[in-house]
């Protein structure tokens, strides 16, 4: 059996020697280390933990323009994030999909006195958006994204009419506007989507998770974090994006740099995953954006056969792991009852719970809401300059890397040579018609439709080879009751997506839990497969089940009792 993660380690051992080091594998890690592969330049990722396990993990899984900065007047914030979803929805149509959303109105002119609250730096809640305010940021909406229309215009409704298609949502509505945005289905996975292409571009280029990296004289030392083994390495330029982490790494990597106090704050946003057939059907296949009570902007749309909702924004002192608090969750069901009010929601339906800090520039803001999402490059001076990735958003990472890609290669001296604007994204290259690729995995290996449309949803146009791997091993049966998961796709996100951690395969490279799916039973099947791939012993194996139980615990709401419940439920059907 091989060893990937030998390899790839081997391959420091052989050449340390790297042109730009890459600290941090969030999103706009990866996507910077895809940016700047393509390039030809040589490499290295390094992250602490797994790819797109920290802050990137816990977006609200929309892919959108940013409705809400036009009353802040960040259009150029907008602008470049409307280009940047209709990217995705072109280069990963596998996991970005359009959704289209629906504005409850309660008022006509509410609300128009917001942005000019901005413009004179007033930093209070907005008030709740009236029918015009709404009107006029729809309309600036479709006319940035005007040329190369990617999906439809705005369209308003009357009570009368919105009540027809969502006969559920607050009496007190009076009019309802209809747009179209994006959502993600897996954004961890597309996140080693963006590494593997990268690694497939420049074959000399490094992918590690679960290391550290330290300054060791004029170069670097990087450790593995499974065996401790330190490898020396060097670079002609790093670039900084560890996200809500920024300041705490530079302190680390750059300690005698003259850089300011802080150049990174961050605010919390939880989330919540519920099981409610009722919402789910009311919603009508539309995400319903929403004014809270407080004047905070809410979502709620279904999700994987679930309904997500969210979100909460809360200023942190400090980066740190986070989870969704009691008073959080019982805010965002709250804000549930506001707008469904006629819906029974509990505490009892939610899933899953997760929750992340937003890295954002610093800002003298009290409203969180008036903080930008908007993205900057910071230098600092060193004998290897760092390039620090500050703020951004999940829908422009790409635009990031590349602002960020352009400034190392003026650094290097070298041409860019590859844009990525229309690049296609893993899956997503070669992507037209998923009943076409459903149809001819089913044709070509055999497979139930079923299985044909759960490796399409996952991979795109990958599926086939991810069949292929599959198709040599003995154990490619469904692992669990009710999904389509098997042993051998454990064994392939092993061997060929950096899969190192039992959390890494039921956490980031599955769906299981976020969809509430996994149970106790469900964990031990996988914890086995994976054993089985990487050599673990029981007591590791044992180690590996009890680290995730407690993290879900701990930090997603699912204890040992609602694991042990779900099969129970289970059996019973």
């Avoid at 919540?272 to 789910?280: N, Q, R």
């Avoid at 899953?352 to 803001?365: D, M, Q, T, V």
């Avoid at 600092?380 to 390039?387: L, M, Q, S």
């Avoid at 769906?511 to 469900?522: P, S, Y």
């Amino acid at each position: 059996m091989s060893d990937p993660r030998a390899a790839r380690f081997g391959a420091l051992r052989t050449d340390g020697a790297f042109d730009v080091i890459v600290v941090g594998g969030g999103i706009n890690g990866a996507g910077v280390f895809r940016e700047l592969a393509m390039q030809g330049l040589r490499v290295l990722l390094v992250e602490r933990a797994d790819f797109c396990s920290g802050c990137s993990s816990a977006p609200s899984r929309m892919i959108h323009g940013g409705l809400r900065y036009l009353e802040n007047g960040e259009f150029d914030l907008v602008r470049e994030s409307l280009r940047e979803r209709d990217a995705l929805l072109r280069n990963a149509p596998h996991m970005v999909r359009p959704l289209p959303t629906v504005v409850p109105i309660m008022s006509v002119f509410s609300g128009l006195l917001n942005s000019a609250a901005s413009f004179f730096h007033v930093s209070s809640r907005p008030a709740r958006r009236g029918a015009v305010p709404v009107r006029i940021g729809l309309g600036i909406y479709d006319w940035v994204s005007r040329t190369r229309r990617m999906l439809p215009r705005h369209r308003f409704l009357g009570g009368r009419a919105a009540f027809r298609s969502w006969p559920k949502l607050t009496p007190r509505m009076r009019y309802a506007a209809v747009y179209h945005d994006a959502w993600i289905s897996y954004p961890e996975r597309l996140g080693v989507e963006l590494i593997l292409d990268a690694c497939r571009s420049s074959p000399a280029s490094v992918a590690l998770n679960y290391s550290e990296i330290a300054v060791a004289g004029s170069g670097f030392v990087v450790t593995d974090g499974e065996t401790g083994v330190r490898y020396p390495v060097t670079a002609r330029a790093v670039v900084n994006a560890t996200g809500a982490w920024l300041d705490e790494s530079l302190a680390e990597l750059l300690p005698a740099a003259d850089v300011p106090e802080q150049l990174v704050e961050g605010t919390k946003g939880s989330h919540l995953v519920l099981d409610s057939p009722e919402l789910f059907e009311a919603l009508n296949g539309h995400m319903v954006y929403f004014d809270n009570s407080d004047g905070r902007v809410c979502v709620v749309f279904g999700y994987l056969g679930r309904v997500l909702a969210g979100s909460t924004d809360i200023k942190v002192e400090r980066a740190e792991r986070v989870r969704c608090e009691d008073d959080e969750r019982d805010y965002i069901l709250g804000s549930l009852r506001l707008v469904f009010p006629g819906i029974e929601l509990s505490a009892d339906q939610i899933v899953y719970s997760f929750s992340g800090i937003r890295p954002l520039l610093k800002s003298a803001h009290n409203f969180t809401g008036r903080i930008t999402r908007g993205h900057d490059l910071r230098r600092v001076d060193g004998e290897v300059p760092t390039f620090c990735m500050i703020g951004g958003k999940w829908t422009t990472f790409r635009a990031f890397a590349e602002d960020a890609t352009d400034e190392v290669l003026a650094e290097l001296g070298r041409p860019r040579t590859v844009s990525t604007v229309e690049l296609g994204i893993g899956g997503g290259l070669g992507f037209i018609d998923a009943a076409e690729l459903e149809h001819e995995l089913v044709r070509a290996w055999g497979v139930s439709r079923e299985r044909a449309a759960h490796l399409v949803d996952a991979y795109g146009t990958r599926a086939g080879e991810v069949m292929a791997f599959c198709a040599e091993r003995p154990d490619d049966e469904p692992i669990g009751i009710g999904i389509e998961l098997t042993a051998a796709e454990i064994a392939f996100f092993v061997q060929h997506e950096h899969a190192t951690r039992l959390s890494d395969l039921i956490m980031r490279r599955t769906a299981v839990v976020i969809t509430g799916t996994v149970d106790g039973e469900l964990i031990e099947a996988i914890a086995a497969a994976a054993a089985a791939e990487l050599g673990w012993s029981d007591e590791r194996r044992r180690a590996e089940i009890d680290g995730l139980v407690e993290d879900l615990e701990n930090y997603h709401g699912v204890d040992r009792d609602v694991l042990d419940r779900r099969i129970k439920e289970r059996t019973a059907v």
